[in-house]
């Protein structure tokens, strides 16, 4: 029965499935609605479904790294991805990162001190800020959040060291 399929997936987030079970769009559509990260183990077509996929990083922006290379592209998609986890900045298309509108509609800033732009991200876990080697957060909120590297470089500084580094330029 489909509706029991749907429910014991939806408990699994997609694990352990028929190839034709997998392939059900529906049943994809509820495990990546819970688990982003279920898109893994999708066929090629699943990955290449923008609803799906759009459903996937709202729930887990890092699902981004499965999506089709074409999807990778999505300027939407990836913002969407990037707006729910900061990392999944390093799963976008390198075409889209180079695309000046795109860093300005994430609100990237160039800096001196760095070769790539940075965009401010909500970051899963507090970074340390190169620059000042302080812990990357939101001071008024506690939230953890910093500017990152659009490249992928494994550079982070926080808001305040970014703020005087604007003004410094």
Excluded: W
Excluded at 35 to 46: P, R, V, W, Y
Excluded at 68 to 89: P, T, V, W, Y
């Amino acid at each position: 029965d489909k509706d029991v399929l749907l429910a014991a997936y939806q408990q699994m987030g997609l694990g352990f499935t028929r190839h034709d079970i997998k392939n059900s769009r529906s049943i994809v559509k509820a495990a990546v609605g819970k688990k982003g990260a279920a898109l893994k183990i999708t066929s090629d077509e699943m990955k290449g479904d923008r609803e799906l996929c759009t459903v996937a990083v709202a729930q887990d922006g890092l699902a981004l790294e499965f999506v089709s290379h074409e999807l990778k592209g999505d300027r939407d998609l990836c913002m969407a991805a990037i707006a729910q986890n900061g990392f999944a900045l390093s799963f976008v298309n390198a075409k889209l990162i180079d695309d000046e509108s795109f860093l300005k509609a994430l609100g990237a800033v160039k800096l001196a001190c760095h070769s790539h732009a940075l965009v401010l991200v909500a970051l899963p876990y507090s970074n340390q800020c190169n620059n000042c080697s302080s812990m990357c957060h939101d001071p008024n909120t506690g939230f953890i959040r910093g500017y990152h590297c659009c490249k992928g470089c494994n550079f982070d500084m926080c808001e305040i060291c970014v703020g005087t580094s604007m003004r410094s330029i």
